[in-house]
């Protein structure tokens, strides 16, 4: 309770103790006081987040160790990737949890050197859905680790010329590109590449401009076959 306030315009916020794992704070807010409303008192919620976790296992079922998996937001069926994420380690019994997590949609995925792969929920969805004080527990992760095929590629404009230029290049899931997947690269001076990729995954390719706009947007599978790219 805040009593005794003279007039004026006040920032609310509330700090939690470290360690108290499940409890999210209120977002920060504004207010205005003036006249007889000096006098007053805020009933400030604490929300009580959730709890996910699973288990990552190999081919053969056996728990993995030392995995590094993470839990991201989804929106509009992509995951934010730059938005706030949980990273966990899978134990010796191939166990991993993320404790306090608020309410929403999110997706677990699994971080190199594994092939790309992500947990299902067990009503057999992509992405797990999160509400105050839930605990969910995902299907169990399979973790591989994936042949590599060199695949080779250029990057032309309209009129036909090879250009030297950058290019991002990411695996494709159900739920958009995987987090921490993607890396940028950079052609030749003869405009050509060659890049080290998971056989038979599914990779896109970008291109952006000064601005951060998209220019260049294809999908291809890493099976070998040569990627030749257009820029608009």
């Known amino acids: 309770m805040l009593t005794g306030l003279p007039d004026g315009e006040y920032d609310i916020s509330v700090d939690l103790p470290e360690?108290?794992?499940?409890?999210?704070?209120?977002?920060?807010?504004?207010?205005?006081?003036?006249?007889?409303?000096?006098?007053?008192a805020w009933d400030?919620?604490?929300?009580?987040?959730?709890?996910?976790?699973?288990?990552?296992?190999?081919?053969?079922?056996?728990?993995?160790?030392?995995?590094?998996?993470?839990?991201?937001?989804v929106q509009d069926g992509r995951v934010i990737d730059d938005g706030p994420y949980w990273r966990g380690t899978s134990t010796?019994?191939?166990?991993y949890a993320f404790e306090g997590v608020p309410p929403g949609l999110y997706v677990a995925t699994?971080?190199?050197?594994?092939?790309?792969?992500?947990?299902?929920?067990?009503?057999?969805?992509d992405s797990v859905i999160l509400g105050f004080a839930d605990?969910?527990?995902l299907q169990p992760?399979?973790?591989?680790?994936?042949?590599?095929?060199?695949?080779?590629?250029?990057?032309?404009?309209?009129?036909?010329?090879?250009?030297?230029t950058e290019f991002h290049v990411a695996v494709v899931g159900p739920f958009g590109l995987y987090p921490r997947s993607g890396s940028w690269e950079v052609t030749n001076?003869?405009?050509?590449?060659?890049l080290r990729l998971l056989r038979g995954v599914r990779y896109r390719f970008t291109s952006v401009d000064k601005d951060g706009r998209e220019r260049l947007v294809f999908d291809a599978v890493a099976d070998g076959t040569p990627v030749h790219l257009v820029e608009p």
Request: proline residues 5%; positive net charge.
């Open 141 to 164: 992760m399979v973790a591989t680790v994936g042949a590599t095929i060199l695949v080779d590629g250029t990057v032309r404009g309209q009129d036909g010329r090879l250009l030297e």
């Open 189 to 194: 001076k003869d405009g050509r590449f060659r």
């Open 19 to 40: 360690g108290r794992h499940g409890l999210v704070a209120p977002a920060p807010f504004k207010a205005r006081l003036s006249g007889a409303h000096a006098i007053t």
């Open 110 to 125: 699994i971080g190199r050197p594994y092939s790309p792969a992500h947990a299902r929920a067990h009503l057999g969805g």
């Open 135 to 137: 605990a969910v527990e």
């Open 44 to 73: 400030v919620r604490v929300e009580v987040a959730g709890r996910v976790s699973g288990v990552v296992v190999d081919e053969m079922r056996q728990p993995v160790s030392g995995a590094s998996v993470y839990l991201n937001m």
């Open 92 to 95: 010796t019994e191939g166990r």
